[in-house]
């Protein structure tokens, strides 16, 4: 059986495996082997990630409530400047008609 070849690290240090050790992942920070499919130990950075998306949900429902309330009271809104323009010609004619008795 052949023997496996040793890299040669670049800082001079013990050679090692090829395969062998864990690597440090680009995304999450976790140690992992080097092919990707053993994760060795779980950053703290990972950690957060994982609570963050559990609180993701939760934030998402909350921002499509505020979103309905958002839409509702822009509709109430609407209505009500349309009833105060209303009112407030009515309130003109209505000032019209007393300032023609008066002169």
Request: net charge neutral.
């Amino acid at each position: 059986m052949p023997r496996k070849k040793l890299e040669k690290p670049s800082n001079g240090s013990e050679p090692q495996k090829q395969g062998a050790g864990a690597i440090e992942c680009p995304a999450c920070k976790s140690k992992i082997a080097p092919d990707g499919g053993t994760l060795h130990s779980r950053s703290q950075f990972l950690v957060d990630l994982l609570e963050t998306e559990k609180s993701v949900d939760e934030l998402e429902k909350l921002v499509g409530q505020l979103e309905a309330e958002t839409k509702n009271l822009t509709v109430q809104l609407e209505q009500a400047r349309a009833e105060l323009k209303n009112k407030g010609a009515e309130i003109d004619v209505l000032l019209k008609e007393k300032k023609r008795g008066w002169w």
